[in-house]
């Protein structure tokens, strides 16, 4: 079993900031890809960033590349997601995501473990 604690969800305004964090525990393969989804109400799920730890390979979606930041800290099993330039659209529930091995596609369908999500808020 693998667990996620997500945190560092609030409020902002738009333009401003947020960091987001991931902590992995439990049966950790020696790599493994932690992506970012997020989900809005009314709204799909929407993979926003992956990041593989093998070689440190990061992805992002085009409604975010250049604005957020997919990261790791290697000696806290922790991932980060720094939010930049955040707009309205950006709203929704964040929520960290775990699988063994190499990172794929942006489908939740290939992310066995979740966890509880944390809330963005960006107003005007």
């Known amino acids: 079993q693998v667990q996620l604690v997500e945190s560092g969800g609030g409020s902002v305004q738009v333009g401003g900031s947020l960091r987001l964090s991931c902590g992995v525990s439990?049966?950790?393969?020696?790599?493994?890809?932690v992506a970012w989804f997020r989900q809005a109400p009314g709204k799909e799920r929407e993979g926003v960033a992956n990041f593989w730890t093998g070689l440190k390979i990061p992805y992002y979606s085009d409604s975010v590349k250049g604005r957020f930041t997919i990261s790791q800290d290697n000696s806290k099993n922790t991932v980060y997601l720094q939010m930049n330039s955040l707009r309205p659209e950006d709203t929704a529930m964040y929520y960290c995501?775990?699988?063994?091995?190499?990172?794929?596609?942006?489908?939740?369908?290939?992310?066995?473990?979740w966890g509880q999500g944390t809330q963005v808020t960006v107003s005007s």
């Open positions: 995501a775990y699988r063994a091995g190499g990172c794929q596609f942006l489908r939740a369908d290939d992310y066995a473990y």
């Open positions: 439990g049966y950790i393969a020696s790599t493994y890809c």
